[in-house]
């Protein structure tokens, strides 16, 4: 079975540079498949913020793809976030999962979460 | 931007009862790129039902989805303890969108 785990600090400064890393396991990265980025604030639903191929090919929210990058390193099995100038509406858990682009879209394995706050 | 509405915000059930949850379109989903996913909190969202009315791997028959242009429904046939937490629907058109959730809560 796929797994995902999500890691990086739990804390940034507001305007730094917000880092995390996905590691895939059960499932090779180079095999297909997208590999997306999903973020929950706190009492707020969910927001895609984008997603990669193995490739490099990548797909970002309208309305973050000026401050988001996102990254793949096939030969470690893993994806990475960055957010550029985060504020405290950055704020949120951030989840990693296996995007079907070019199927139905939809995410069908997810990490559990890791909860980023954005605070001096 | 597709902008999904989904009703009600809560709902407020017993084990046992059938739920109908919605998810409207503000836009027609011409291919039927809607997905509905469980989330308990705490724990990764967990995806039940793709392409509107395809069964992900290993969920129960209970969850069913239907629906197409602008209006689609997840229903739980008999709720059971664990199915009580937040459900989301997910479209992909021009751009991927989540909807604000519909809670189901124990009455």
């Known amino acids: 079975q796929v797994q995902l785990q999500e890691s990086g600090p739990g804390l940034v400064t507001p305007s730094e540079t917000l880092s995390l890393t996905c590691t895939v396991s059960?499932?090779?990265?180079?095999?297909?498949?997208?590999w997306g980025w999903i973020r929950q604030p706190p009492g707020k639903g969910l927001e895609w913020i984008g997603g990669?191929?193995?490739?490099?090919?990548?797909y970002y929210n309208p309305s973050l793809r000026s401050r988001v990058t996102i990254s793949v390193d096939t030969s470690k099995n893993q994806f990475s976030l960055k957010v550029s100038s985060v504020t405290a509406a950055d704020t949120a858990v951030y989840y990693c999962?296996?995007?079907?682009?070019?199927?139905?879209?939809?995410?069908?394995?997810w990490g559990q979460g890791a909860l980023v706050t954005v605070s001096s | 931007e597709i902008v999904l509405t989904q009703s009600p915000g809560t709902l407020s059930l017993s084990p046992g009862e059938r739920a109908t949850l919605s998810c409207r379109a503000s836009?027609?989903?011409?291919?039927?790129?809607l997905a509905w996913y469980q989330h308990r909190p705490g724990q990764a969202p967990r995806l039940l039902i793709y392409?509107?009315?395809t069964r992900a791997i290993g969920i129960s028959d209970r969850f069913s989805g239907s629906g197409s242009g602008t209006d689609f429904t997840l229903t739980i046939s008999r709720l059971e303890p664990e199915d009580f937490a937040v459900y989301y629907c997910?479209?992909?058109?021009?751009?991927?969108?989540f909807g604000p959730g519909t809670k189901v809560d124990i009455k």
């Open positions: 836009q027609s989903l011409s291919n039927t790129y």
């Open positions: 999962a296996r995007w079907s682009y070019g199927g139905f879209y939809d995410f069908d394995w």
């Open positions: 997910q479209q992909y058109g021009s751009s991927l969108t």
């Open positions: 990669i191929y193995h490739s490099g090919n990548t």
């Open positions: 392409g509107a009315s």
């Open positions: 059960g499932y090779s990265i180079s095999t297909g498949y997208y």
